[in-house]
């Protein structure tokens, strides 16, 4: 599986370079709703995705609505149980481990935990049948919600200087989205146990926006579990949920800068990350041949584009034949991250595969490098000497206050004077930070309570 896309749907720009590009959206399609359900939120990252950091909207080359209509009367919401709170775009074994610990610390508190997803139910009996029901995407929707759709479509093509095929793309995601609140809505309805409260790690996607918008349609609440790095003002603020769970106090007062009301908010840590044991520790350590006296360097890169794994590859060989002592280089992709392409790039260093757990990657490690990164934080509360690397500057200004006083390095020479003040095999001692205030069982009983105080 190769990550990197061909030449015609090759990465744009990145999702921390699009604030200013995203406002432009919000501007031009904020007035876009189809019964109370909020248009323009609901498709705001599917517009960056398919049509800022790619190029994907020019695969629609044409609008057919009763292919439309009748693939998404196959979608249907399912569930997994009568209690539903975790709600998500689909249910990858990433977001599984993700909110695993949550889920198990609800249940020993008595709550059982379900959730609620999509899936295409390629019923034919189904598909006829969504055909004459206001559920298809074609039905239903007012002639004056179409044309603003258009007109919005129309001064986002004049502003970007996008060619034809995003027309079409912008009136296909306007049905589909307007197809998915509407089953949501009903979705909810039927149940026959009343749906309490929702909680989720993103409020963005696309299936996860429609449920949640139609959850506080019906008076349901929701929680918003924060999951990483808040790098994107428009992918994490505004949000819908009644309460936020944050990792730290430093993204306490990132949401309390933009308006976010302090009773919103709740200092929660994550259940994601546990405290590095020291047999863990020596047991990874073994198992990659590090000497007593070897610094296992270990950098973090982030999802982007092929050029900046190009630049981040010469940075890092830079910064290793100028450091001292004995020192080991290894990189561990982002999740999504794979392929001969992306080795190619890193040849020079060894590769720890995606499939090796984060807690093993950290428990190698002495020195955590990241650019921006989830991991940074993670590192920080671990007690792992950390790193910050600018590595593809400008960035946005809010950048370094969300890293606190971790060191950061744009010169490779910076990084090598450094390497030589950390101690190899050391066991960290973790502890709460600014960054990330608590972790493992603590954090996941914290998160808990926010979430049942929801529940009658």
């Not at 599984?96 to 899936?119: F, H, N, Y």
């Not at 990659?288 to 070897?294: F, I, S, V």
Request: charge should be positive; glycine fraction near 4%; proline fraction near 5%.
């Amino acid at each position: 599986m190769q990550f990197f896309r061909p030449a015609d749907n090759e990465y744009l720009i990145s999702d921390r370079h699009a604030d200013d590009l995203m406002r432009t959206y919000d501007s031009l399609t904020s007035h876009l709703r189809v019964e109370g359900f909020d248009v323009s939120k609901a498709l705001r990252y599917s517009f960056f995705r398919d049509c800022l950091k790619t190029t994907a909207y020019k695969q629609y080359r044409f609008l057919n609505n009763l292919y439309l209509s009748r693939r998404e009367a196959d979608v249907s919401f399912c569930r997994t149980s009568d209690h539903l709170y975790f709600v998500t775009d689909s249910p990858t074994s990433r977001v599984d481990k993700m909110i695993a610990r949550e889920c198990k610390w609800l249940e020993t508190c008595g709550v059982p935990v379900g959730v609620i997803w999509s899936q295409h139910s390629r019923s034919r009996s189904q598909r006829l049948r969504g055909l004459l029901t206001v559920n298809t995407p074609c039905i239903g929707i007012s002639a004056a919600a179409k044309a603003d759709a258009r007109a919005a479509a129309a001064a986002l093509s004049k502003v970007f200087n996008f060619p034809a095929p995003f027309m079409t793309w912008f009136m296909h995601k306007f049905y589909q989205v307007t197809a998915r609140y509407r089953k949501a809505v009903r979705f909810l309805e039927d149940l026959k146990a009343p749906v309490q409260a929702l909680f989720c790690v993103i409020e963005y996607g696309l299936d996860t926006f429609t449920v949640l918008s139609a959850a506080h349609h019906l008076k349901v609440p929701s929680v918003l579990i924060q999951h990483g790095f808040l790098g994107q003002e428009w992918l994490h603020y505004p949000i819908m949920s009644e309460k936020i769970c944050v990792w730290g106090e430093v993204d306490a007062e990132w949401y309390r800068a933009y308006g976010l009301d302090t009773s919103r908010i709740e200092v929660t840590g994550t259940a994601r990350i546990q405290p590095i044991e020291s047999d863990h520790r020596a047991r990874v350590r073994q198992k990659y041949n590090l000497a007593p006296d070897e610094r296992a360097i270990v950098f973090y890169p982030p999802h982007l584009h092929r050029e900046y794994h190009n630049v981040a590859a010469a940075f890092l060989k830079s910064a290793r034949v100028a450091a001292t002592g004995k020192t080991r280089w290894f990189v561990r992709p982002h999740p999504v991250q794979n392929g001969e392409v992306f080795e190619a790039i890193y040849k020079d260093f060894e590769i720890i595969p995606t499939s090796t757990s984060i807690d093993d990657a950290l428990a190698l490690s002495d020195v955590v490098l990241h650019d921006y990164s989830t991991v940074g934080k993670e590192a920080s509360y671990l007690g792992l000497q950390t790193v910050c690397l600018e590595l593809q500057s400008p960035y946005p200004t809010y950048y370094r206050k969300l890293l606190h006083n971790q060191p950061v390095f744009s010169h490779p020479d910076e990084l090598a004077s450094f390497i030589p003040t950390v101690d190899a095999g050391n066991h960290p001692i973790a502890g709460g930070t600014p960054l990330l205030a608590y972790g493992g069982r603590d954090a996941a009983e914290r998160i808990s309570r926010v979430i049942l105080s929801f529940l009658r």
